[in-house]
């Protein structure tokens, strides 16, 4: 009886599904669970980092916000207008190859351009070039001048600080741009049809004003937007103007660049039309002078072949002169490509810095690193009390000082 009490009084044998250890159902907690008190008691421990590294964090970006120039962005829109060209005919119903028959090959007066290509018109060299080329006054110029100019003017002592300071990295980068691209692209022709090279100065004006403009399209409405960012409301306007009216001119250019090559072949034909029918007309006149009454049949044959030729140079001369009027009309009509919708004018508000964003972003950044830095720190401290811890971060240090590897390369040597 004694010994049956004895084993009712014990608790259940184990591996019946109890909990050990008189616990609740839940048993001890293991190593790696984190709870909420071990991260409360890790921010607690480590508020002196984390708090350092946000107040520095943010007073970068207070710094850089601060320092940074104010920019400022101008927009102008204009319509792209698609044009069908084709060869088009005559007055009267002539085609263009009616005069063919004379040797005269006229053809079509397709320029190839597109309406989806005039932001890369934009941003061409030939654009770009033409600009940099203008004059403006820049809000820290004394006098108005190129932009090349100045691009390329001598920089003072507070920029020279920063440009080896704070953009160092983009320093590194322009200069590493420069050494790798070498000597500048051709930029288009001259008058005389000469490859157009921008100098030394162009050059570095063309890669600094390539970050100014942009152009996006609105398939919907079939609106270009022209963008323009300069360090000033009246320099940004007046930038937008300029690449407006550059890039208005280019448009026409191309697009009447095959007009103007057939106008200027149509002229030359017909500056040499009219000069055989004068001659062929006085060739005619002399003979009839000599010749009133020609009554032999050699004389009656030449007077039929100089009376045919006056009529074949007066055909040519008619046609001619109809193609001429034709082209000067078709030239003429082609002028207006580009419609400005809305001119560029000088912005009220800044576009860039945005201080309160980088301030944040800096904030956020700085918060982030203090929290990480602490966690990482409190890791290494554990590792560091368990059992063979502490002489694996000595391996490790050890494997990454500069001691560990100059042994290395000198055992190489």
């Not at 152009?215 to 937008?240: D, F, K, P, R, Y």
């Not at 063979?388 to 240090?397: A, D, N, R, Y």
Request: some cysteine; charged content about 25%.
């Amino acid at each position: 009886m004694s010994d049956a009490s004895d084993q009712s009084d014990e608790g259940p044998p184990p591996g019946d599904g109890a909990p050990a250890g008189g616990s609740s159902g839940y048993g001890p907690p293991r190593e790696d669970e984190v709870s909420l008190l071990d991260i409360l008691l890790v921010l607690a421990r480590n508020k002196t980092l984390i708090v350092r590294t946000v107040l520095v964090f943010t007073l970068l970006g207070v710094t850089y916000a601060l320092l940074a120039p104010e920019e400022f962005t101008s927009e102008a829109r204009v319509v792209r207008e698609a044009q069908t060209e084709g060869g088009g005919s005559l007055p009267g119903g002539i085609s263009s190859g009616a005069l063919s028959g004379f040797g005269i090959n006229l053809g079509g007066s397709a320029s190839g351009l597109t309406p989806a290509a005039f932001p890369d018109v934009l941003t061409s060299r030939e654009v770009r070039l033409a600009v940099v080329r203008d004059t403006f006054r820049f809000p820290d110029a004394e006098q108005p001048m190129t932009y090349v100019e100045y691009v390329n003017r001598p920089a003072g002592p507070l920029s020279t600080v920063l440009d080896y300071t704070l953009w160092l990295p983009w320093t590194l980068k322009g200069a590493l741009g420069s050494a790798i691209s070498g000597s500048p692209a051709p930029a288009g022709t001259t008058d005389a049809g000469e490859p157009m090279i921008p100098s030394e100065e162009e050059d570095a004006a063309l890669k600094s004003i390539s970050n100014k403009i942009s152009a996006s399209v609105n398939e919907e409405t079939g609106l270009m937007t022209i963008s323009v960012t300069a360090g000033g409301h009246q320099l940004a306007s007046s930038l937008a103007e300029s690449f407006l009216d550059h890039f208005t001119t280019r448009v026409r250019e191309i697009r009447t660049e095959k007009v103007r090559e057939r106008l200027q072949f149509v002229e030359g034909r017909f500056e040499e039309a009219e000069q055989e029918l004068e001659v062929a007309e006085d060739e005619l006149a002399q003979f009839l002078e000599r010749n009133q009454n020609p009554t032999t049949a050699s004389l009656q044959f030449r007077r039929d072949r100089l009376q045919r030729q006056v009529s074949f140079k007066e055909q040519l001369y008619s046609e001619l002169q109809s193609q001429l009027t034709q082209t000067r009309l078709d030239l003429q009509r082609r002028q207006p490509v580009v419609t400005v919708v809305e001119q560029p004018v000088p912005p009220m508000s800044r576009s860039s810095p945005q201080r309160t964003r980088i301030v944040l972003i800096c904030f956020i950044l700085g918060a982030s690193l203090g929290l990480g830095g602490a966690f990482v720190k409190t890791f290494l401290e554990n590792v560091k009390e368990r059992s063979g811890g502490q002489k694996k971060l000595v391996e490790i240090e050890e494997a990454f000082t500069s001691r560990s590897w100059l042994s290395a390369i000198r055992k190489k040597v």
